[in-house]
């Protein structure tokens, strides 16, 4: 029962974390940032956000920058707005699987295209 409920907390301050990043910090650094994975620990005292930033580096750290700023606002609205007897600990974390899978994907296509231009050459 217990990966139950911590499957149901991961999906509860993902929702929370994505909608508070929406609609609620102003920070300019914050570039466009996804969540796209929590996961909180057992005893529920610490919780691991993964962000997707879309852009280059120098998007990535502003956006990193203004998210470890916004760390002690983020606990504070969980703490308010949960129904949890413990509010876990943030921790902001990248996650580049999306840009990983993008250059995967361009990598395909030139391949593609290059065996396009071989079978069509004399």
């Known amino acids: ?18 909608m508070l990043l929406q609609r609620e910090l102003k920070d300019p650094r914050l570039g ?6 929590v996961d909180v620990t057992p005893d529920l005292k610490h919780a691991k956000v993964y962000v997707s930033v879309l852009g280059r580096d120098a998007q990535w ?9 916004a760390r002690g606002f983020v606990w504070s609205w969980l703490r308010r707005h949960l129904d949890l007897r413990v509010t876990p600990e ?5 996650d580049r699987s999306m840009e990983h ?22």
């Open 1 to 18: 029962m217990q990966g139950k409920r911590l499957e149901r907390v991961n999906q509860l301050i993902k929702e929370e974390v994505s």
């Open 61 to 69: 750290t502003a956006s990193f920058q203004a998210l470890d700023s």
């Open 90 to 94: 943030i921790a902001f974390r990248p």
């Open 101 to 122: 899978a993008a250059h995967i994907q361009s990598l395909l296509a030139e391949l593609r295209l290059r065996r396009g231009n071989d079978r069509t050459e004399p």
């Open 32 to 37: 466009f940032v996804t969540v796209t994975e």
